[in-house]
Structure formats: C-alpha cells, structure tokens
C-alpha cells in the first residue's frame, strides 16, 4: 500500500474487534456485486464499466490547447484534484467554470472560444449554475466540433441542447452521484482529453484490494465510528502540506459534508494550508477547544536543497537543507505536539504520485465515507437538504 497512514485516537479508539462486524466483512464480501449499493458504487469498482465511454471517437478532441470544464461540485471537484496533483504532466490550459463567475465568463467570452474545448458535466442536466453559465457565455458557438455534454440520457435540459445541436453526447449513468464520480466518465473523460492514463487511473481495480488496505481502511473507519458516535467532535481540520493537495481536500470535503452530514451527525471538513495557517491558526487548533480532528496530508514531491545561508550563524542549521525537509520539520514538529496534547489525528503520506497512488488516495476515501455513512445508519448517497435549497431557489426565481 502506497498511502501511509498513521494515527493518534487515544482518546477514542477502544480496540473493537471488527472481524466481529458483519457489516464491514460483508461489504467486501459483496464488492463486485452489481446489486450491492443498489447499483450505485458498483460501477466504481466493474473494471468494465468505463468501457461503455468510447474514447476513439473522443480522440478527436484531442487537438484542443484549451479545456473548458463547466461543472459544480461532484461534476468538477474530482477532476480539479487529479488535475492539480499532475499539472506538469498535463500540457493544456484548463480551465474550471464551476461557480458563478462573471469575471471568468468575461475571460472566456473574450477569446470567444479559439482553440478551445468546452466539456459540459451535469448529472441532471438541469445544474442551475451550469445552464447560466452557458447562456452567459454568449460569444461561444457551442457545436459537435467544440463541444461535448456529460448528462443523462433523459428528457433533461443538457440533453436536449445536445440533440438540437448535434453535439457530442456521453452518458452520465444514473446510479452514480456526483461525489462518487471521479472515477468513472464524468472525471475519466476529461482525464482522457489532459492526455493521462485512465487504464492507470482505473487500474486499482484490476486485482482484489490488498490486505493491507483493508486492514489500513477497517482500523480507520472504526476510528470514525466512535468519533461522530462521540459527537465531541464538530471540526475536520485538514492540514496540507503542498499546494497540490488543495483541490483533493476541496473534493473530500464535498464527500464528507453531503455523505455523513445527516441526522444531526457530520463533522465539518476546512481546507487549512500548512505551513501558513501555523503562522495564524495554530494558536487556536492547540490550546482553543478539544472539539477537532486534525488530518495531516501531504506527499512525495520534488526537492531542492538550499546552497547557501545568507543569514547570521543563527540560521547555519539551514545550509544544505532541503525545501521539503524544512516542511517535514514543522509537520512533524506539529504532529509530535499533538500527540503530547492527545489532541486527535490522522496522517496521510501519499508515497506515490502516479496515476494507480492517487486512485488509491480517492478510493480510500470514498469507502472510508460510505462504510462510516453504514455503521452510523445513514445513506450515503443522498442530500435532501440540499435538494430543498434547489426548490427554494427556483420558486424565488420564479
């Protein structure tokens, strides 16, 4: 197993035994069952699945310098993390327009669509933020040429835009949710057109999961069983450890949030970039209230060693250091203070940043949040409050 984990949950951890947990064991038991999930996470796992997308006809796309992704939440955050995490590798512009963002339309407006590729996601097909963005986009000619649209294959808005244009059309599968996407067309398909390997990406799923996983994931889930059981806790601090990491956390934040945030449970996820936040929060996490879990992320990246100290004698502990063995000193310079506070963590090591390491970063996660979701007696794949908000908005509209 790639990612390391390491933990400190003395306060919390009381050893179960989960070889005695029925519904841990018969997840696994059930994994490749179409029929577990109610068809829903299934489709993650069918190494068959992403086949249904035919990339040769996709190919074509591949001339684009420029990526355009209209999408929010789920149809975009997982892609904006893998996309961050291989920048260098990818050699196009891409651009994400998963707000409301009139600065960014005007931008994109501007070069009214020059060598530009506008890839359109909505499960739905009905994402209110993703209609107007493209009425907004007045300038661009969405065509078959320039454009392909991601959405169900029903009577939807999207759909129907895609037929009276004759654009490109790719299946959003029905039983898959937004925060579970990532690793099926609505983040394979703009994998493909960056110019990564999805078979990599997809490629943990070629073998049954290694024990090590397993083992790694059972202790980690039975960690957050007491936890949110507890309900002392109310914050998930995470504290990352490179930029790149920034857009996974946004990603797990979304998975946390809409999955466990139910039946008056849930514990809220905060992005807090480090080693900066230990310059303004730090204070605050150590010695304010006993109500956070701090989950420490960072990975392997490259380094470069400082060759001289233009300081006094002071600072001559810094000649011929590394700029990530400065970082690792202030993360496990907070990591040792915590342990000696008992305050809560989890540490993430991300050894290896290829295609297969990252796949394992998100697939863990993804069980993480729906076996906690099924020992806790809540659905993980819903978001009814949600739901509402949408209503509201457009009655308000209307």
Not at 17 to 29: C, D
Not at 122 to 149: D, H, P
Not at 269 to 285: E, F, G, M, N
Request: charged letters at 25%; aromatic letters at 12%; a positive charge.
């Amino acid at each position: 197993m790639k990612l390391k984990i390491k933990t400190n949950f003395d306060l919390f951890y009381r050893k179960k035994n989960f070889k005695q947990n029925k519904i841990f064991n018969n997840f696994f038991k059930n994994l490749d069952k179409e029929k577990n999930f109610n068809n829903s996470f299934y489709y993650n796992f069918n190494k068959k699945y992403i086949k249904n997308v035919n990339f040769n006809k996709l190919k074509k796309f591949k001339k684009y310098k420029n990526i355009i992704i209209i999408g929010l939440g789920g149809s975009s955050l997982g892609t904006m993390a893998i996309h961050s995490l291989f920048e260098e590798k990818i050699k196009k512009n891409v651009i994400f327009l998963n707000s409301l963002d009139l600065n960014k339309i005007k931008k994109i407006n501007s070069t009214k669509g020059k060598n530009s590729l506008f890839l359109i996601i909505s499960k739905s097909g009905e994402t209110l933020e993703v209609l107007t963005n493209i009425n907004y986009l007045s300038n661009i000619n969405f065509n078959k040429s320039n454009t392909i649209i991601i959405t169900e294959k029903k009577n939807n808005s999207l759909y129907k835009f895609s037929k009276r244009k004759n654009i490109e059309l790719v299946e959003h599968n029905k039983f898959i949710g937004g925060r579970y996407s990532v690793l099926t067309e609505v983040g394979m398909v703009p994998c493909f057109l960056m110019g990564l390997n999805i078979k990599s990406l997809r490629n943990f799923f070629s073998k049954k999961l290694p024990n090590s996983f397993i083992t790694t994931l059972r202790e980690s889930v039975n960690l957050n069983n007491e936890i949110y059981k507890s309900k002392s806790i109310s914050s998930l601090i995470f504290l990352t450890y490179s930029s790149k990491l920034h857009n996974l956390v946004l990603w797990c934040q979304q998975l946390i949030s809409e999955s466990l945030g139910k039946k008056n449970l849930g514990i809220l996820p905060v992005l807090s970039p480090a080693p900066k936040d230990h310059h303004s929060l730090l204070q605050l996490y150590l010695d304010g209230p006993r109500d956070k879990i701090f989950y420490i992320i960072s990975l392997k990246e490259e380094d470069k060693k400082l060759s001289k100290n233009i300081f006094n004698e002071k600072y001559s502990f810094l000649k011929k250091k590394t700029f990530n063995q400065i970082k690792n000193a202030q993360k496990e310079a907070l990591i040792k203070t915590l342990r000696l506070k008992k305050i809560p963590y989890k540490e993430f090591f991300m050894s290896d940043k290829t295609e297969k390491g990252v796949t394992e970063f998100l697939v863990f996660f993804m069980l993480e949040t729906i076996i906690t979701a099924k020992l806790l007696g809540i659905n993980p794949f819903n978001q009814p409050a949600v739901e509402q908000v949408k209503i509201l908005t457009k009655n308000i509209l209307t």
